[in-house]
């Protein structure tokens, strides 16, 4: 379960930002909260959602979150030896480029709250540490510095021979689960789960490749039903490739042979797979239509909702950019309660979201604490704010003030008309 999440120096973000996932003290419902007694008051937020202005960076918030993922992940295993690091320090400040980009996070990974980050530029990794706290006291598993490693005694495994093998652009818990170390690799399974989409436009041939190692999750068919799409059933099938393709297909296949030594063995399947959704026909009959032919906004939520369904069933985190592209306040609503009740969420998954649909501020779903604005100062920075910094009172309508600009996190409320005078 994700607790806090901070980043600074990424892209819009001049200074570090941070959202946090602490339930607050106020008298909101607390029927979707998630237990949790590492944290203050012992509860969490099953979701969060992120409002602002177009360009105020609450998408460059979700890339942060993704870098640090993608860090941790593959920076030992994908990165070249004498490679650097592609972070993306604030472009509009020259003294950025020339200082350290800052990811942090607190979570909490089988009963235990870690708190782990790391400082960068362009060139290496310059610090990083992880601190564990299995009760209320803080116990050191390592911090780096450069190329100083200091381990704590709580951290067991080969450390030292895997801060050899560290490289100055890899991260050493990145180092540490390449080489199978198995207390990191545990504590990792956080970041490995967390789920990141940022795909606004979902063609259906990128929906199908989301399905070609496996079947379409039934519960996705049933809310697909639910919310009247008119889908009721889907099938796969496997299509050879057209001539055009495969000759294409077999000259990179010859090229690639002609050029490495000794050549790479593969297999080329010259068939693709695609998924066709069922609706009924007149007669009561299935009739198939395939994805190029379903809405924007079916063909999203086909893919979205198997993200869903897996960040429910194994307790992760889902981050997805922009949540109302192409659907509609109810989905996004429905899509809320999957994560707000403890029926559909007993293993704690968590939901963060940017979006521009403000129904979801009358939602009975959202607590105020879980209603986060994301703005820019005149320097061109982005700064993330909870709305509980603002002085609220239950039952106030949230969607009216926002739009009146009481809460700030909106674009240009003048006349448009005086911006486009002659």
Known sequence: MLIRFSAGNHLSMREPQELSLVA???????????????????KLLPAAVVYGANASGKSNFVSALEFMR???????????????????????????????????????V???????????????????????????????????????????????????????????????????????????????????GLIVDTRIVMPGNYASLTFMQGNVDARVI??????????????RRQQDTSEQEKAFIQAIDKAIRETLDPPPEFNIDHSEISVELAHRGQDGEPVYFDLARESAGTRRLLVVLSHVFNALDNGAAFVIDELDASLHTQAC??????????????????????????????????????????EKDQAGATHIYPLTDIRTRKGDNIEKGYLQGRYGAIPFAGSILDLVAA
């Open 70 to 108: 993608d860090a941790i992940l593959y920076s030992h295993s994908r990165g070249e030896p004498e490679g650097g690091i592609p972070r993306l320090s604030f472009a509009l400040d020259p003294e950025c480029n020339r200082e350290s980009s800052v990811f942090e996070a607190d979570f909490v």
């Open 110 to 192: 089988e009963g235990v709250r870690y708190f782990y980050g790391f400082e960068c530029t362009d060139k290496a990794f310059e610090t990083e540490w992880l601190y564990a706290f299995p009760s209320s006291r803080k116990q050191v598993l390592f911090e780096r510095s450069g190329g100083e490693f200091k381990f704590g005694r709580g951290l067991r495994g080969r450390k030292d021979v895997i801060a050899d093998l560290t490289r100055p652009n890899s991260l050493f818990l990145s180092a540490a689960v390449q080489n199978h170390h198995k207390h990191l690799s545990m504590i990792v399974s956080f970041f490995r």
């Open 24 to 42: 607050s003290s106020l008298k909101d419902d607390e029927g979707g909260l998630i237990k949790c007694d590492r944290v203050p008051g012992g």
């Open 222 to 235: 049933r809310f697909l039903e639910a919310i009247g799409t008119g889908v009721f059933d889907y099938r």
């Open 333 to 374: 609503e429905a899509l809320l309660t999957l994560f707000s009740s403890p029926k559909s969420n007993p293993k704690g998954a968590q939901l963060i979201a940017t979006t521009h649909d403000t129904n979801l501020m009358r939602s009975p779903l959202l607590r105020r604490d879980q209603v986060w604005l994301c």
